[in-house]
């Protein structure tokens, strides 16, 4: 959970205004992002050769799962999110101050979710882990406040508005995925803690 919280941490500034050296070095956590998955999927394949109890291996996949969801929140950050600042780069586009400011509100209220959710693993909390999943309407909200937002500002003389709108909706969507993996991770501890109350 640290490594892709340091990804998140990275992705916003390097995505929507940062430099092709920011983009190379999300790319570059990726990588070892995905020797770490390995790693991990190596253990838990020694684990499932061991004998393990019912509720150790229910406990044992709902990791998995878990850690599934890391990595699409990381190859969402350090593959989407960079091609969408790769672009941003190579047209030349900046992203207003207004735009930007905007931004804030969505992406710290996904940022939120995933910290909580993270938390909810660390600590084995389903309440922690509701609290993420009760964000969904109003992540939804900031989202459509941020289209709309985008919308207005398709409506400027901007000759190449109409490439710059796609490319930050598509940001807007990019955080809302992340914010679908972490309501995923969350629902995974919600499960898990209605099994072993069972």
């Known amino acids: 959970g640290g490594f892709i919280e340091g990804l998140t941490n990275m992705a916003r500034p390097a995505v929507l205004s940062g430099t092709k050296e920011d983009l190379e070095k999300l790319v570059s956590r990726e990588l070892e992002l ?17 004998e393990m109890t019912d509720s150790e291996t229910k406990r044992l996949e709902a990791l998995g799962t878990i850690v599934s969801n890391l990595q699409h929140i990381g190859e969402t950050i350090s593959v989407n999110m960079v091609s969408i600042g ?36 660390d600590k084995d909390d389903s309440d922690l882990a509701w609290k993420v999943v009760d964000m969904k309407s109003e992540v939804d909200r900031l989202a459509d406040s941020m289209i709309e937002h985008l919308g207005e500002r398709l409506l400027s003389d901007d000759p190449d508005r109409a490439v710059l709108y796609r490319v930050e ?10 914010y679908y993996f972490a309501s995923m991770i969350s629902k995974e501890i919600i499960e898990d803690s209605k099994e ?3």
């Open 34 to 50: 995905r020797m770490l998955h390995d790693s991990i999927t190596d253990y838990a394949r020694k684990l499932y050769s061991m």
């Open 86 to 121: 790769k672009e941003r780069i190579d047209r030349g586009f900046k992203i207003s101050e207004e735009t930007l400011n905007k931004f804030m509100p969505y992406s710290s209220k996904v940022r939120e979710s995933f910290d909580l959710s993270l938390k909810a693993v």
């Open 169 to 178: 909706s598509q940001f807007v969507e990019l955080i809302g995925r992340i």
């Open 196 to 198: 072993a109350a069972s």
